[in-house]
Structures are given as structure tokens and as C-alpha cells.
């Protein structure tokens, strides 16, 4: 037997489809939504994941909004270029792609992002809302691991979720909405110095990989049938390598792979949240 896929692929194409529905139901009532990007320098996958982010907008019909600095943009530049989508009435939610080119405050560039136009869920405001479980916009990632578990109906109430990775974008922020009300889960949150990490895998019935090391989870680290997820994302040879080994499709009930998996859920869920955050305005 092996795993069920978790298509990430296909699910956020369900999902856009519906955003599609409610980006049109809001342009009726006149309210534009309009997502904007700030991508400072040439790392080719920083411009690759920008671009096709700004044709998911097109696909859904969301305005694009686009700043591109180059690479020895100073931190006035990067912090001025947020001042504008922060002042710009048609730019409804924005992100700065991460990360920043070496030298740059990223932390400060957060901090200017207007709260209500954040849709990475990263500001500083967000992510103390994620902590304080009161409804704010969530990390992308985080938010799509947990819809794409919810829509293949993967047990989360009481689950034991092993997440390996304390980065803020994905596993720190994972492990504080796996542990809200809603969702139940008991999360163990594995870092470089986890003594044991395979005895924390083992145990686990749902085993998140953010990482950033090649073929870390291996088959043996892993409870038969349990789900597990690839996030990791490393360039080895300029080929895109995961955090989990091709033979873990041989023990895990469900995998959900990279590419194909986690990568589009994240998009889907820049774009939910620019939507969600669109609707509440036009409720309030
Ligand atoms: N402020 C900020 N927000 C982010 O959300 C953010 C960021 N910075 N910096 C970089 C990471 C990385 N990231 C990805 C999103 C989608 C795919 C994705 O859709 N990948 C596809 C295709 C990959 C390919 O073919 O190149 C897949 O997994 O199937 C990958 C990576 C968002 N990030």
C-alpha cells in the first residue's frame, strides 16, 4: 500500500475557483481587491514564486500590484516602497517577498507593513493575534497545511504532530494554530538541537518537514500510516530537493509531496487572505 497523495496542486485550483466567486461578488458591490508585491533583488526563486503569484491574481481576477527593487536597494528604498502599498488605496493586501537580500533589517520592513494590508500574517500584530487566538490573517503556509489536511479529512483532534522546523513563516506559527481549540492537536516542535528526532517522528500521526535539510525524514522515522508533509525547499545540484525521502511514500498513509503539495496551498491561501481581509472590510 502506498500513501494517498494529499494534491496540493489540485485542491488550491478548487480553491481559486471559489475565490474567483467571491472576488466577483465583492466587485459588484464595488469593493476592488488588490494584492501587492515587494520583491527587492534577482534570487531566481524569490522572481519565480513572485511571478506566479501575480498570475493567480489574474486567474482569480484580483488586481496586481508590483514593486521591484534591485538587489543593492538600501533600507530607506525597501522601507519607502512599503510606504506607498501601505498609501495606495488600490493595493487592499500586500507581502514582501522573503527572504531580504543580506544587510537588510527584514524585521523592520515587517514592522512597517500597515496591519490591516498584511497578508503574509507576518507582522509582528499578526502573529501576536495567532498567539493570543483572536481572528487575524494567518501565515500562508500554516494555514494551507491545515486546509489541505482538513479537505482530505486527515484527523486532527488529539492528533500527535511531530513539526520539524521552528522557522516563523512555517513551523512556529504551525505549531500555535494545531493548538487552538479548533483544530486540537498536540503539537512537539522539533529544532537542530532535538536530541532524538526520529523518536519524536515515530510517535507521530502527522509528521511536518520545514527544515531545509534534503531527505531528512526517512521511512524508518515514521509510524505506518501516518501523514506526512514535505515544506522543505533546497536547491542541491539547481534541482528543488523536499526534507522527505521517496521511500517514506512506502510507510505513511497519506504524503502530501514537493512539489505539488504544500507550494500551492501557500498561494491559495496569499489570496484567501486578501480576500478574507477584503470582505470583512466591506461587512464593517
Ligand atoms: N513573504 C513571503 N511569503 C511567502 O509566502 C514566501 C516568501 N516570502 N518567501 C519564499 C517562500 C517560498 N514560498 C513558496 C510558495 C509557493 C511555492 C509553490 O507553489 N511551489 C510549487 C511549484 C514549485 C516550482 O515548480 O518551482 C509546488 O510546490 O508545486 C513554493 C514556495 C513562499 N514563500
Redesign the pocket.
Known amino acids: 500500500m502506498t500513501a494517498q497523495i494529499l494534491d496540493?496542486?489540485a485542491t488550491a485550483a478548487e480553491i481559486r475557483a471559489d475565490l474567483t466567486t467571491r472576488v466577483a461578488a465583492l466587485r459588484d458591490r464595488g469593493v476592488s481587491v488588490g494584492l501587492g508585491t515587494v520583491l527587492v533583488g534577482d534570487d531566481p526563486g524569490?522572481h519565480?514564486?513572485v511571478n506566479?503569484k501575480h498570475r493567480d491574481c489574474a486567474e482569480v481576477g484580483i488586481e496586481s500590484i508590483r514593486r521591484d527593487l534591485p538587489a543593492d536597494a538600501s533600507q530607506d528604498d525597501v522601507e519607502r516602497a512599503v510606504a506607498e502599498l501601505n498609501a495606495d488605496p488600490a493595493c487592499t493586501g500586500y507581502?514582501?517577498?522573503?527572504?531580504l537580500p543580506k544587510g537588510l533589517d527584514e524585521q523592520r520592513v515587517l514592522e512597517r507593513i500597515d496591519p490591516l494590508k498584511d497578508a503574509?500574517g507576518?507582522h509582528p500584530i499578526s502573529l501576536g493575534r495567532l498567539v493570543l487566538m483572536q481572528p487575524g490573517p494567518l501565515p500562508?503556509?500554516p494555514k494551507g497545511i491545515v486546509e489541505l489536511l482538513r479537505r482530505f479529512d486527515v484527523p486532527l483532534r488529539g492528533a500527535e504532530v511531530a513539526v520539524v522546523g521552528r522557522g516563523i513563516?512555517v513551523g512556529r506559527s504551525l505549531g500555535l494554530l494545531l493548538t487552538r481549540r479548533t483544530e486540537n492537536a498536540t503539537v512537539t516542535l522539533c529544532h537542530t538541537a532535538t536530541r532524538d528526532l526520529a523518536a519524536h517522528t515515530r510517535r507521530a500521526d502527522i509528521v511536518v518537514a520545514a527544515a531545509g535539510v534534503p531527505g531528512l525524514i526517512t521511512a524508518d522515522m515514521v509510524k505506518p500510516g501516518a501523514a506526512v508533509l514535505d515544506v522543505g525547499?533546497s536547491r542541491v545540484d539547481g534541482r528543488?530537493a523536499g526534507d522527505v525521502d521517496a521511500g517514506v511514500r512506502e510507510v505513511a498513509g497519506w504524503v502530501a509531496p514537493?512539489?505539488?503539495?504544500?507550494?500551492?496551498m501557500?498561494?491559495a491561501m496569499?489570496l484567501a487572505n486578501v480576500v478574507e481581509a477584503a470582505e470583512a472590510a466591506a461587512r464593517a
Open positions: 496540493g496542486k524569490s519565480s514564486y506566479m507581502i514582501v517577498q522573503l527572504p503574509d507576518l500562508c503556509t513563516t525547499v528543488l514537493n512539489p505539488g503539495g504544500v507550494g500551492p501557500t498561494r496569499l
